[in-house]
């Protein structure tokens, strides 16, 4: 009943190669996030999404592209991995966006070697 | 100087204390949020507010919009309210994002 989930939950890949991963949510809710977690910063927006092919740039987007073509699922994708971007990925969703509650997904833990 | 900050970086209790996380901002902002995240990883939503305090359970959550200051307070602190505690605020007048502050780590002790 998590309402949200992030696939894959770990993956380590070489660098150059193309990742992506995703987040699948059941609660209909207009806004989803993306995020990265890094020691010794606070969670970093990526890009977000506030309707079905609406998306826009965080504040870390260098790097990762995003598509939203239906409600339940945002994709991230790096399109040729490189080892900065070795991190803690969480997808996160709102209903109604920064003033409501986020309700955030488990993680995905990206290991670029 | 980071837009969202907090005190203390890591705190460390006996059980049964009263705990207290602060959290400053220098922007003007909508609404803040708390949030815990578990030694296992997960983020869990605690709190969202605006003004005024709010209670759920032993957690308190107070917000002074004029001093630009928050607290999260824990009563009858117990050793599963170990984690990060991470506050983050929403930018007035903007789209999108939340700032984030970079945690708290609270750890109790039995």
């Known amino acids: 009943d998590a309402g949200i989930t992030q696939s894959p939950r770990h993956k380590v890949t070489e660098t150059g190669t193309p990742v992506t991963l995703r987040c699948h949510q059941t609660?209909?809710?207009?806004?989803m996030y993306w995020y990265r977690q890094d020691p010794g910063h606070g969670l970093r927006l990526i890009h977000y999404?506030?309707?079905?092919?609406?998306?826009d740039k965080g504040e870390v987007s260098d790097g990762y592209s995003v598509s939203r073509s239906k409600t339940e699922d945002f994709l991230l994708t790096l399109e040729s991995a490189t080892s900065s971007q070795t991190s803690v990925y969480f997808c996160?969703?709102?209903?109604?966006?920064?003033?409501?509650?986020?309700?955030f997904g488990s993680g995905t833990r990206l290991t670029v070697v | 100087k980071n837009e969202v900050e907090q005190s203390p970086q890591n705190l460390t209790a006996q059980e049964g204390e009263f705990i207290t996380i602060n959290c400053s901002y220098s922007v003007g902002i909508s609404a803040l949020h708390w949030l815990q995240q578990h030694p296992g990883g997960g983020i869990v939503s605690l709190f969202m507010l605006s003004s005024g305090k709010k209670k759920h359970g032993r957690l308190i959550a107070t917000i002074n919009i004029q001093e630009k200051h928050s607290s999260l307070h824990i009563t009858a602190s117990h050793p599963r309210d170990s984690a990060v505690y991470i506050c983050a605020v929403a930018r007035g007048g903007s789209q999108g994002n939340l700032i984030f502050g970079k945690g708290t780590k609270l750890s109790v002790k039995p």
């Open positions: 609660e209909n809710h207009r806004y």
């Open positions: 996160a969703i709102s209903a109604q966006g920064r003033d409501y509650g986020y309700t």
């Open positions: 999404s506030y309707g079905v092919k609406d998306t």
